[in-house]
């Protein structure tokens, strides 16, 4: 049949054989790293608990704050990636994304999800998360949650002029009747009236050469899988707000 092989004695199209292939050496990778990650995790806070008896100084301790933080966020960024394939793979067999759903801590995953958007502290970028203690529980699939995120933190990142003074990113999370949402706004290049449905097509990018256009088709997707949706407002010239309605 066109478009399909065997596959130990089964028949799978080719994009799945592909996926499922990328997803095994990915989670290879992956696994490796975590090791290496927890080893130097390990290692980072090992040394911190005794700076005296390692002789570390005051800015050797500053910068070894700093390596403890960039591990912490690397792992982070590897958990991702992992938890995106475990969907991928349980999307393959057909399970529902509720069967994933756990309490959300969106603080953590907005804080963690900024910092794999502008991972440079020094960056021109100003990154606000405002997401506060007293918010309701909402219980969701936490990898889906953080790649929507993920997506529209890294959009707006890309919508800012770096020339431009005053660049600002938020994120941040507000109770309303029956949902929490979050809104990512930024102060970027906004989208014109006549787009901005059509942010949401799949294929459809303003970025030829590093756009695929397919972060927000996935992202909404993603959102109504969880019995929530994503919407968008803009002003060209001045900048974007997306929302997130996640269902308590
Ligand atoms: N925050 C934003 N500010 C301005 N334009 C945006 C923003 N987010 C998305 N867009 C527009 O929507 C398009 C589609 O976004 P997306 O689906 O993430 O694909 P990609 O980022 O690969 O182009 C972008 O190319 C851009 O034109
Ligand atoms: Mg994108």
Redesign the pocket.
């Known amino acids: 049949m066109r478009g399909c092989l065997r596959f130990k004695g089964s028949r799978q199209s080719v994009a799945s054989v592909l996926l499922e292939e990328l997803s095994h050496e990915m989670n290879n990778a992956l696994s490796s790293l975590q090791f290496n990650l927890n080893f130097l995790d390990h290692a980072t806070r090992e040394l911190m608990a005794q700076p005296d008896a390692v002789g570390l100084s005051g800015d050797a301790r500053a910068r070894m704050t700093e390596l403890t933080d960039a591990v912490t966020d690397s792992i982070g960024a590897a958990r991702h990636v992992q938890g995106v394939l475990a969907r991928t793979r349980s999307k393959e067999h057909g399970r529902d994304l509720r069967a994933r759903f756990t309490p959300l801590d969106l603080r953590v995953m907005a804080e963690t999800t900024a910092r794999m958007a502008v991972p440079d502290a020094t960056s021109a970028v100003r990154m606000v998360v405002d997401v506060p203690a007293e918010l309701p529980e909402v219980s969701s699939d936490p990898t889906a949650v953080s790649q929507i995120l993920l997506?529209l933190l890294l959009?707006?990142v890309?919508?800012l002029d770096s020339h431009k003074p005053g660049n600002l990113v938020r994120v941040e999370a507000v109770a309303a009747p029956g949902y929490v949402l979050v809104r990512v706004s930024?102060s970027?290049?906004?989208?014109q009236s006549a787009?901005l449905e059509r942010?949401f097509e799949a294929r459809?990018?303003?970025?030829p050469g590093s756009?695929?256009?397919?972060?927000?088709?996935v992202s909404r997707d993603l959102a109504r899988q969880l019995g929530g949706d994503l919407s968008v407002e803009s002003e060209p010239g001045k900048g974007?707000t997306f929302t997130l309605h996640l269902p308590l």
């Not at 459809?204 to 970025?207: E, G, L, S």
Request: contains cysteine; proline residues 0%.
């Open positions: 997506n959009n707006s890309q919508s930024d970027g290049c906004g989208i787009d942010v459809f990018t303003t970025k756009g695929n256009g397919l972060g927000l088709a974007s």
